[in-house]
């Protein structure tokens, strides 16, 4: 009896470890990612026939650009009220799930002196909308997990897209606006306002002049107290989604522009990353109260760690919970010099590093602290990236998050209006995306690295560095 219990045991640890086995190197998780040599891996679909890569894509001139906004209780009423401050845009059609919204935006078109445009209303109204024959583009502002459905609906109608941040919930969405952009050809821009804030922007154009050496590490993120704007969203869909999904849900602020110093699927591409979280308190408090639930899957505090082909990582945050200052980081370290955007802004160099035309006579970089004030300024000046020294002065009037909104707008206008390639492409929208799925998953397993997909199918070293295409 004992030796047949025995046996039974050794038979259980042979099974569980050929099983253990099983997973940890090919077996398949049921759902839409693998086990392969000690990483979780989400699936890749190959290119289908016909499709074909949106790099550096660029459609037809369109000298004015016929645009419908779907999504206008939040962000919305805002992006509506930039583009009637740009030249050659005709507003055609406005889409809410609300009438009241659709009203409210109709003003900004009647101040500014435009058509009224088209009113369309209900949860499927944008469908008539992308359905219309005079619309080049649909802008859309709504919640987040309508973001895929309306853009493929719109794509698929021959409508270019550019959609609020995060472009897509899961992998599987973001391949699905891959997929759609490569086959329709039609453009797929996310959002992402932060690449032109006035001090990213700067650094990006320093960082490609080599100004910091060579990059070794990045940070960026989302810290944010909700707590005062919880209620604000329609129907509680933010704390909703919180509530039912893990990890870096909104990463994209302080990820992108971090991407774009970094050259991202642009000869360099991002490898593999882990993630942790805390577990909820504050969060689960607040949905206990206003939902009713007694569980909260994302964390107060995420931290994701992410490694890039050149040697590089990037550490990520997410916090939206706890009662601390806003923050996005924004750092960049290198071999010969560092940017740093909160809570203070500021550079620093080793000596020799800047130009000596631009210090002032005398002037002694000191490689253990930010430069003066004085030289901070002027370095700003020196660096100021050209899109800003074009439009900088009327976005600061316009306004959208200190006017980073409207140079993003005003961008994406211009290089539709020229026939050229968008400064965010479709492929950038999905990597910065990912990372919420990506992140949870690596949680989910004790901080497991986590395969980054590449989204470019390979063709992510083809060109060599940013470039913000101008005429």
Same mark, same amino acid.
């Given at each position: 009896?004992?030796?047949?219990?025995?046996?039974?045991?050794?038979?259980?640890?042979?099974?569980?470890?050929?099983?253990?086995?099983?997973?940890?190197?090919?077996?398949?998780?049921?759902?839409?990612?693998?086990?392969?040599?000690?990483? =979780?891996?989400?699936?890749?679909?190959?290119?289908?026939?016909?499709?074909?890569?949106?790099?550096?894509?660029?459609?037809?001139? $369109?000298?004015?650009?016929?645009?419908?906004?779907?999504?206008?209780?939040?962000?919305?009423?805002?992006?509506?009220?930039?583009?009637?401050?740009?030249?050659?845009?005709? $507003?055609?059609?406005?889409?809410? $799930?609300?009438?009241?919204?659709?009203?409210?935006?109709?003003?900004?078109?009647?101040?500014?002196?435009?058509?009224?445009?088209?009113?369309?209303?209900?949860?499927?109204?944008?469908?008539?909308?992308?359905?219309?024959?005079?619309?080049?583009? !649909?802008?859309?502002?709504?919640?987040?997990?309508?973001?895929?459905?309306?853009?493929?609906?719109?794509?698929?109608?021959?409508?270019?897209?550019?959609?609020?941040?995060?472009?897509?919930?899961?992998?599987?969405?973001?391949?699905?606006?891959?997929?759609?952009?490569?086959?329709?050809?039609?453009?797929?821009?996310?959002?992402?306002?932060?690449?032109?804030?006035?001090?990213?922007?700067?650094?990006?154009?320093?960082?490609? +002049?080599?100004?910091?050496?060579?990059?070794?590490?990045?940070?960026?993120?989302?810290?944010?107290?909700?707590?005062?704007? %919880?209620?604000?969203?329609?129907?509680? %869909?933010?704390?909703?989604?919180?509530?039912?999904?893990?990890?870096?849900?909104?990463?994209?602020?302080?990820?992108?522009?971090?991407?774009?110093?970094?050259? =991202?699927?642009?000869?360099?591409?991002?490898?593999?990353?882990?993630?942790?979280?805390?577990?909820?308190?504050?969060?689960?408090?607040?949905?206990?109260?206003?939902?009713?639930?007694?569980?909260?899957?994302?964390?107060?505090?995420?931290?994701?760690?992410?490694?890039?082909?050149?040697?590089?990582? $990037?550490?990520? +945050?997410?916090?939206?919970?706890?009662?601390?200052?806003?923050?996005?980081?924004?750092?960049?370290?290198?071999?010969?010099?560092?940017?740093?955007?909160?809570?203070?802004?500021?550079?620093?160099?080793?000596?020799?590093?800047?130009?000596?035309? =631009?210090?002032?006579?005398?002037?002694?970089?000191?490689?253990?602290?930010?430069?003066?004030?004085?030289?901070?300024? !002027?370095?700003?000046?020196?660096?100021?990236?050209? =899109?800003?020294?074009? !439009?900088?002065?009327?976005?600061?009037?316009?306004?959208?998050?200190?006017?980073?909104?409207?140079?993003?707008?005003?961008?994406?206008?211009?290089?539709?209006?020229?026939?050229?390639?968008?400064?965010?492409?479709?492929?950038?929208?999905?990597?910065?995306?990912?990372?919420?799925?990506?992140?949870?998953?690596?949680?989910?397993?004790?901080?497991?690295?986590?395969?980054?997909?590449?989204?470019?199918?390979?063709?992510?070293?083809? !060109? +060599?560095?940013?470039?913000?295409?101008?005429?």
């Amino acid at each position: 009896m004992k030796l047949n219990r025995l046996f039974l045991f050794c038979a259980m640890l042979c099974m569980g470890a050929m099983m253990q086995s099983c997973c940890c190197d090919n077996g398949i998780s049921g759902e839409n990612y693998q086990f392969k040599d000690g990483m =979780i891996v989400f699936d890749e679909p190959a290119r289908a026939v016909g499709q074909e890569s949106m790099l550096q894509f660029a459609a037809d001139p $369109i000298p004015v650009v016929r645009v419908g906004f779907v999504g206008l209780g939040s962000r919305g009423p805002g992006a509506v009220n930039r583009f009637t401050h740009l030249e050659g845009v005709e $507003i055609k059609g406005l889409c809410d $799930i609300e009438q009241k919204n659709v009203d409210k935006c109709q003003k900004y078109l009647e101040n500014a002196g435009m058509p009224k445009a088209e009113g369309y209303v209900g949860p499927e109204a944008y469908k008539q909308l992308c359905e219309r024959d005079d619309i080049d583009l !649909i802008y859309i502002a709504t919640d987040w997990i309508h973001h895929v459905p309306i853009a493929v609906y719109a794509m698929e109608h021959g409508k270019h897209v550019a959609i609020e941040v995060p472009a897509a919930t899961s992998v599987e969405e973001c391949w699905q606006l891959v997929d759609t952009s490569e086959r329709t050809r039609r453009h797929c821009m996310m959002l992402e306002n932060c690449v032109y804030d006035f001090f990213e922007l700067t650094c990006m154009n320093m960082a490609h +002049q080599g100004l910091f050496g060579e990059i070794l590490h990045a940070e960026g993120a989302y810290i944010h107290n909700l707590s005062p704007f %919880w209620d604000q969203y329609h129907n509680n %869909w933010r704390l909703d989604f919180n509530q039912k999904h893990r990890g870096d849900v909104y990463a994209t602020h302080g990820f992108g522009p971090v991407c774009m110093a970094l050259n =991202i699927h642009r000869g360099n591409r991002l490898t593999h990353l882990v993630s942790m979280d805390t577990k909820s308190v504050l969060g689960l408090e607040k949905a206990k109260a206003k939902m009713g639930v007694t569980e909260f899957a994302n964390g107060d505090h995420t931290s994701t760690l992410i490694a890039t082909s050149s040697g590089q990582t $990037i550490e990520l +945050q997410h916090n939206v919970y706890t009662p601390r200052p806003y923050n996005r980081l924004y750092q960049l370290t290198g071999t010969k010099g560092f940017a740093n955007k909160y809570p203070v802004d500021g550079f620093t160099f080793v000596q020799g590093q800047l130009p000596e035309e =631009i210090l002032p006579e005398g002037y002694k970089i000191d490689p253990h602290g930010f430069v003066s004030d004085e030289v901070k300024q !002027i370095v700003k000046n020196y660096y100021q990236h050209p =899109i800003h020294k074009e !439009i900088a002065e009327q976005a600061k009037k316009v306004g959208g998050h200190g006017g980073m909104d409207f140079v993003m707008d005003y961008r994406l206008v211009y290089c539709l209006h020229n026939g050229l390639p968008l400064d965010q492409d479709v492929y950038d929208a999905a990597e910065w995306s990912c990372i919420g799925e990506l992140s949870a998953t690596s949680a989910k397993h004790n901080s497991m690295p986590v395969a980054v997909p590449d989204f470019t199918r390979g063709d992510w070293n083809k !060109i +060599q560095g940013v470039k913000f295409h101008t005429k």
